[in-house]
């Protein structure tokens, strides 16, 4: 979002907040929610993507609701209601094609009328099909899980991304020779996919509560969350959409604060750092060791103020409007040792990744007929959870990497903590408390994570390693 968008979503925040109570709050966030969607979607190469992909987000989000129900339960005249004004978005906007630009939400004209009024009632007759074999509730959870993943790994990969966008390119008679994996930019699909994968597999536990569709398209979509998370759980949402009541001054000034800040973070900081923060081109030119590090110090905190900027702004726009949203960052670059870091960075993906991959899967180790030591499983499973959220930003190789170096991390400093409680004689107890210790375990612990954008940051793999090299003299 950029500062002119940011100051209508606070406008519409406001409204919201003090005028829209009881169901009109929620049909006010769906409303906001979805038109958002096709809104901030950037343009694409690709004719009309930037319309297909919100309306594939919010049909998704249709499709899970089905999916998640509970067994026998009936649509609500309310449902349908929630339905029809789902379906409706996209055909208004679709209708608004001949009207002049200044008049479009969409970044590009958006496809005829009559195409989009026949992929709604296609996906119409699907949903209505799901709804009358929702008794297979576990099958059709699954295949929506496979489906949210399949999706997740084609955007994710470089290589499955320019096919895909050579046969979408195909289909629209452009030329297939430019396709890119850069044409499927789905503004955020990943938060959404979080969102949705988490119903889902709580809906399969049990512990999912009952949702109409106007709540759970409203936590799927909600307009400030879009874009940077953070990652909300679907029960504290509807208690929030529930029990908001009119919007207090208190409220008001305090989520204004939260906005303030975090626009003075991304659009003062990030981007003031981002004019000589580590990047590909400067990281091959750059031959100073010092000026090297300056700039790899530049990317570690521009990457940290741009990344909790938003997420401040969004958490002030929802408590204006009603919703309070967890917090994401705690001062990581304070964190005396990567555990701790990772308990204050991007706080709710990497509780998502703990809940659901982290442990069912120590739990299927230690619980398994062939029970590894407890080294082996804490190696396994906290190296393959950061090797998951190194992929989820990019199926490549730097992703990949990145993430094995913080789950080593995570492992040698889980060994060294084991260590010190077998023998908490090995360093004097003066030196253990001393401030002197802090202040170096908190440079270790911030040069390690620093070094580790490296993977991040520059895609090349060999590149990256002459940049080590020149770091450290080389």
């Known amino acids: 979002m950029d500062l002119i968008q940011i100051l209508i979503f606070i406008t519409i925040s406001v409204l919201i907040g003090f005028l829209a109570r009881g169901r009109w709050r929620s049909w006010a966030i769906l409303g906001i929610s979805s038109l958002a969607l096709f809104w901030l979607q950037p343009a694409s190469a690709i004719r009309h993507l930037d319309f297909w992909f919100p309306t594939l987000a919010m049909f998704l989000t249709a499709l899970t609701w089905i999916a998640v129900r509970p067994r026998g339960q009936a649509i609500s005249r309310e449902d349908l209601y ?34 989009v009024l026949f992929a709604a009632l296609l996906a119409g007759v699907i949903l209505v099909i799901l709804v009358r074999a929702s008794k297979q509730n576990l099958l059709l959870t699954r295949l929506a899980v496979l489906l949210i993943l399949g999706l997740f790994i084609v955007l994710k990969s470089d290589s499955l991304g320019q096919n895909l966008s050579r046969g ?8 297939a020779e430019l396709a890119s994996a850069l044409d499927l930019s789905w503004l955020g699909f990943s938060y959404i996919a979080f969102r949705l994968l988490h119903t889902l597999r709580d809906a399969q536990t049990g512990k999912l509560p009952e949702l109409s569709l106007r709540a759970f398209a409203g936590y799927v979509l909600f307009f400030p969350a879009l874009t940077a998370g953070p990652i909300d759980r679907v029960e504290r949402f509807q208690k929030d959409l529930g029990q908001a009541g009119r919007l207090s001054a208190e409220e008001a000034i305090a989520g204004g604060t939260r906005i303030v800040v975090g626009v003075f973070k991304k659009f003062v900081l990030a981007d003031g750092l981002a004019l000589i923060a580590l990047n590909n081109s400067n990281a091959a030119q750059v031959q100073s060791s010092a000026w090297l590090w300056v700039i790899t110090y530049a990317f570690s905190l521009r990457l940290y103020f741009d990344f909790s900027g938003y997420t401040d702004v969004a958490i002030g726009m ?3 409007a009603g919703v309070r949203l967890p917090e994401n960052f705690d001062r990581p670059y304070t964190r005396l040792n990567i555990t701790a870091f990772w308990n204050s960075w991007h706080i709710t993906l990497a509780q998502w990744f703990r809940t659901y991959f982290f442990n069912p899967l120590t739990r299927a180790l230690r619980r398994g007929r062939i029970r590894p030591p407890a080294p082996v499983v804490i190696f396994v499973t906290q190296v393959s959870t950061m090797v998951l959220i190194g992929l989820w930003h990019g199926i490549a190789w730097n992703f990949l990497l990145w993430g094995l170096w913080h789950g080593v991390g995570l492992f040698i ?5 084991n260590f010190q409680r077998a023998n908490p004689d090995f360093l004097p107890r003066p030196l253990q408390k001393a401030r002197a210790m802090n202040i170096l375990s908190g440079l270790l612990t911030f040069h390690f994570v620093t070094l580790g954008w490296i993977w991040f940051v520059i895609r090349d793999v060999e590149q990256a390693w002459a940049t080590f090299a020149r770091l450290f003299g080389g």
């Open 82 to 115: 929630t339905f029809g004004g789902m379906t409706a978005i996209p055909i208004l906007i679709s209708l608004l094609r001949n009207l002049d630009r200044a008049f479009l939400i969409t970044a590009t004209r958006p496809p005829q009328p009559v195409g």
């Open 413 to 417: 400093h889980n060994r060294w903590v």
């Open 318 to 320: 929802a408590q204006i």
């Open 168 to 175: 979408l390119r195909s289909w629209t008679q452009q030329p």
